[in-house]
Structures are given as C-alpha cells and as structure tokens.
C-alpha cells in the first residue's frame, strides 16, 4: 500500500482542515473535490482538459465498468489509468450503491449482491471478494468496499442488519485486498441511515478494523439536509482525526461548505456534470439556467472573473444557443465551467483554512451564492 | 472587397495546383478542405481544436444560422467570427441548398424562395437580396450567391429553366452586395445538373457577372461518379484559370484526389464530421467503423503514424468503449481524428503538387487506401 495522509492546517474555529493525499500517482491536497468519470471518462471532458483544470484524482464506477467495457478488458489495456489515459490518482467505488439504485432484481445475502445488468437483464453477483477482484483490475489508487448502501427511509431495524453486515464485508474485503496485494488502498464505509447510535457503533467497528481513511456512506439519498449534517457533526467526533474522511456522492457549494467546515476532506459528487448537460451552470451568484430566454441577448461570460476556457472565449449568448440547439460544443463548455467552479471553489477554501479565515469565506461566499434573485440558489 | 487569389505551382500532368487565398481573416492554401460549422461550431469541437489542427477556414450554414439563432443576434455579437470565437476564415453558403433539401413546403417563384422552417413550420422567403442581407449580417470572409441547387434527376428542361433562374439571381445578388459593400468576396455557382451544354453556358454566364470566386453546385447529390468527373473536368476548361473553384459538398479522400486533379481548389464536406458521430473514422488504410466487434481488444491507435490528440494518447479498445456506451469523449476523439486525417491529407497533396509527385502520391494513396480487405473503402 502507498499512502499517506498528513495534516496541514487545523482550522481553530471549527473542524476545517487541510492536509495531503499521498498515493501511487501523485499528491492529493485536501479537502478535495473529486469529478465522477463513471464509464472510464468525466462525461464532455477530456483527461487532458481535467489537468488543466487542476484536478488530481476522479472517480470511476465499479458497477458499471464492470458491465462495459469489463473489468478484465481494463486489466488487459493495463489498467484503468493506462485505459483512459489518466496519469493521476483515481478511486473507484464499490458498486454497492449503483447496485442499490437499480430498477430492475437484486437479492442481498451475507454472502452478496445478486443483480441484473440494467444493461440487458443479465445475471451478475456481486460479494466482497469478487468486488476486491474487480477493483484490483481496474487498478485505482484508492478503492472502496462493498457495502449496503440502505434505502431512506428504512426502519431502525433494517438499518442495524444492514450496516452490520457492511461491516463483515468490509472485513471480507480488507481480508481479499490483502490476498491481492499491490499498491492501493481500501477504504471503509460508515452506514447507519440516520440513526446516531448505529452510526457510532457501526463507525467504531470499521475502525477497529483498521483502514486508511473511511468514507460516510448512505448520506445525501432523500434524509433531510439537518439529519445528513448531524450524522457528519458525529462522525467528525468517531473518526480518527489523522484520517482522511470522505462524503460519498454530496453534493452542491454549499454542502461542501457546511461539511468541510464538520471535518469532510474529500467528496464526489456528478452535481457539476450533470447540470452542465442541463445547460445549468454554477456562478458566484447562485444557479443560472443559461438555456433561459433572458440570456438571448447576454453576451456576458457565464462568470465575470472565471479563468474557464468558456468563460475566457464565449458569451453566455452563444452557449445557450449551442445547448438549445444540441451541439456538443455547448455541453462542453458548460463542463468545463462547472468543473472549473468546483476545484476553484475548494481551492479557495483550502488556502482560507491555511490562512484561518474559513468561517469568513464561508460567511462570504453564501452571502453572495443565495442573495440574487434572479437565479436559482441550491 | 478583401481578396486575392494566387497560384503558385500548376501541375504538369493535370490540371492539379496550388495557391493561396488572401483573405480579410488570413491566408489559407489551396486546394483547402473547409469542415462545416452548420449552427457556429464544427460539430464536437472547439475553436482551439480546430486551430491546432491546421484548419484556417470553416463553413457556416446560412438556412440554420438565420433561423437559429437568427443573422440579426450574430450581427449584434459582433458577427459571426466573433459569435463563436473564431479569428480566421469563415465561408457561408446561401441556404439554397438547404432549402430545397427540405421535406416541408418550400415555392420557388422567379422573386425567390418561401419555405416553412423545418423546426416549427414558420414561413420564410430568401429571395436573393434577402440572402445578401442576411450574409452580410453573419460577416463571413467568402459569401455565395442564392441558386436554385436542381434535384436529382430532372429533366433537361427544368434544370435549363433553373439555371437561368439561378443566373438572373447571381447578378441580382452581386447587386445588392455591392451596395451593402464592406470586405465580403461574393462568389458564383454554377449549376446545369449533369447536362454538359447547361453547364457550359451556365458557367459563360456567370463569368459574365464576374465573381472572384466560382462554386461548382448541385453535384453529389445523387449522379453517378462519372458525370460527377466530367461535368468537373468540363468546369475545368470553362472557368478560369486564374480564379479559385469550388466544388460544394465534396467529398470522400478519394474524391477530393480526382477533383484536385481535375482543377478544383476548395472542398466543403461533413462526411469526416458526420462519420465521425457514426463511430466511422478515416485511416491510410481505408475507413473502419470502431464500434464494430473485432476492435473490442485492439489497443493501437486509429492510425498509427497520425499526430491527433485521440491517436497519441488512445487505444481503439478505449475510443470503441467509449462510442458504444454514447460517451462524448467518443465522437470528440474520432472528429478530431478525421479531421485531422483531412487536413493531413490535403496537406501531404499540396506538398506533392508542389514538389511535382502529385499522380504518384494520388495512385500510391489509393492503392493503399483500398487495397486492404478488413476496412470499408469507401
């Protein structure tokens, strides 16, 4: 295993840190923000317009990989770093999430998932060990187990099964990622829906497991934004301070404020992605839909002080002719502008947490995301 | 006007040279294949992409730019250039075309053209001082005549009928450009279907009028190769030799080889980007569709000995990967292949006119080209 993580900076108002991902394939500074390339590229990007943008991980899906091209294929062009022609750190999730989402059949046992592909209705089963296989050939730098990522809502009791036997898996995984071998690093997965007291014990037993880091899992799938920060508040108490702890799948600038500022150091989330092919970008001031009929004649940046190549090149006039108009170029753009927004808005907060005016940025940076009115604010 | 055409080498076998447009955005060397930016962007790239492969002038569709976003929105960003960020050339056809492409209603009357717009049904008229207004509101470098582009086939009598129609218009075009002035070269078209003696007094007619320019229209829609060739080689001996000539449309690698030889200096084309969106991409050794089977496991590059962004750092495996499963990354990789194998291609033939090899790089590229049997050689 290549790992190491090491803190910078203690923010003395609240559990804001910065610190140091260092794996296989470069540094990590922390907290990060990490761009979701769930079929083997960042959808509209290019790896090479990633690195411009500054990112330095991103994430790939095991569930789907899996099913297209084939984690055994990906082994054979060398790795998914050598197969899409990133040279900088990746993670991969489990496959336990895409897995709970699915429409179509799946039975969980102790022994593991069984599902059909949403692909042609095929038969798969997933289990730890199968899970670690298919992560070690996929060959990410820092890789997750499986677990079961509850439904919201569910009784307390299905919550408690559930997260225990997260946590057997989780053993299961730790015990196969060693059998394997070689340079990456499992992370565990804290569950236990929104209930305090499972959440406490199900995260103390993952640590006593022992892993690198641990992501909070099973947060931001439908639970009111109170429950998902009171769950990260007592995290933030459970967790081993000199780990680094990562929100899976969250979430929008302001989630990253509230749970950075609750000790979160890494995220994932397709937020910035997504909405771009919406033909929504993310600004200073709130949520624009550039596709609305008043930016006709807009012939503004989507951000005045945006150093994006959109933003640098073309007017809000002729984006949202091109995503009216379906052209590819228009989605681009909005990607590479959202993305941009995301590693700038981390980077900010990371050199405001060194400098210790992190609540003050924070303060700052709502203040003018949620005043206009003339944009949607979440 | 801003124009001047030069001819540096003429070909001692055919009727093959090279030379170089002065342009108010530039220089560009001929024989120039010209991508096409239907609605202000080549189809899945970037300005900057299209830039670092070489390209220093692209085709703008007036028919889909006037009706989204409409001439006068692009008059007020600045024109077209500026609209979508590009400094170098830019040609636009007439919407002749287009218009008689259409399956909705469309009269042509001796006034001009009514047609219903194919996204909502509204009426519109182009008559050909209609379409210089618009042209000159979009402000491209090279602008052409309103014609009426004749169906395939038609009778002798229609597209005599059409032709002289098409002529009446040209002037009435030159007209009223002249009185709107500025630095836009205004070229002709010839039209006359596939009937030799049309097509001769066709292009006397317009060489009347005296364009600096002359397009060669209403081929590759439908006509055999060979009535395509001799109606090009008959342009050849009627128009003259000093002014560059433009054959709309065309075509395939092949294509541009034959018509180069038989005098033609500019090419316009959505084959290369069209193709590219179907998963098919243009190699030395023909064309091959990478979606297919038998490239699941291939990890070279499309071509090997090609310099483009997708070639230098992607297997097939992975661009097939990413076509199947509908990535943008796909299409982005194989435009930006095929477009640089054309532009490739027409620079290796300029090189050759010019070091007098152009017959032996032609038959040594088609023999390559077609000769290998696991490709598609068209």
């Given at each position: 295993?290549?790992?190491?993580?090491?803190?910078?900076?203690q923010d003395t108002i609240t559990s804001a840190r910065t610190g140091e991902l260092e794996l296989p394939?470069?540094?990590?500074?922390?907290?990060?923000?990490?761009?979701?390339?769930?079929?083997?590229t960042v959808k509209a990007t290019s790896p090479e317009e990633l690195e411009n943008i500054g990112f330095d991980i991103?994430?790939?899906?095991?569930?789907?990989?899996?099913?297209?091209?084939?984690?055994?294929?990906?082994?054979k062009s060398g790795g998914l770093h050598s197969f899409i022609n990133w040279d900088r750190n990746m993670l991969t999730d489990s496959g336990g999430f895409q897995v709970m989402s699915l429409q179509q059949f799946r039975k969980i046992t102790e022994q593991g998932i069984e599902f059909q592909s949403h692909i042609d209705g095929s038969s798969h089963f997933f289990s730890p060990e199968r899970v670690m296989e298919i992560e070690h050939n996929l060959g990410a730098d820092i890789i997750m187990v499986l677990d079961e990522c509850a439904p919201y809502p569910c009784t307390k009791e299905y919550a408690k099964e559930s997260a225990d036997m997260s946590v057997?898996?989780?053993?299961?995984?730790?015990?196969?990622h060693e059998q394997l071998g070689g340079e990456q690093s499992l992370f565990g997965i804290v569950q236990g829906s929104i209930f305090d007291d499972l959440r406490e014990e199900n995260a103390k037993e993952l640590v006593g497991i022992d892993f690198p880091?641990?992501?909070?899992?099973?947060?931001?799938?439908?639970?009111?934004?109170?429950?998902?920060?009171?769950?990260?508040n007592l995290m933030d108490k459970v967790l081993p301070k000199d780990k680094p702890r990562y929100l899976m799948g969250v979430g929008t600038p302001l989630d990253l404020l509230e749970n950075i500022e609750r000790g979160v150091d890494m995220f994932d989330c397709v937020m910035p992605t997504r909405h771009a092919r919406n033909g929504q970008v993310f600004t200073r001031d709130g949520r624009l839909t550039v596709r609305n009929g008043k930016y006709k004649e807009d012939?503004?940046?989507?951000?005045?002080?945006?150093?994006?190549?959109?933003?640098?090149?073309?007017?809000?006039?002729?984006?949202?002719?091109?995503?009216?108009?379906?052209?590819i170029l228009g989605v681009r753009l909005t990607t590479l502008h959202n993305l941009t927004f995301y590693n700038t808005l981390i980077k900010e907060i990371r050199e405001a947490i060194n400098s210790g005016t992190f609540s003050?940025?924070?303060k700052n940076f709502i203040e003018r995301y949620t005043r206009s009115n003339d944009v949607q604010n979440i």
């Open positions: 295993m290549s790992f190491k993580f090491s803190i910078y900076t394939h470069g540094k990590v500074k922390t907290p990060v923000f990490m761009p979701v390339g769930t079929l083997g991103i994430l790939g899906n095991t569930y789907h990989l899996y099913l297209r091209p084939g984690d055994e294929l990906i082994k057997r898996w989780a053993k299961r995984c730790k015990i196969k880091g641990y992501a909070i899992g099973g947060l931001a799938v439908g639970e009111n934004k109170e429950d998902m920060l009171r769950i990260v012939f503004r940046p989507l951000q005045d002080d945006c150093s994006c190549y959109a933003c640098r090149n073309f007017s809000r006039t002729y984006i949202r002719h091109l995503i009216n108009v379906k052209e003050e940025y924070k």
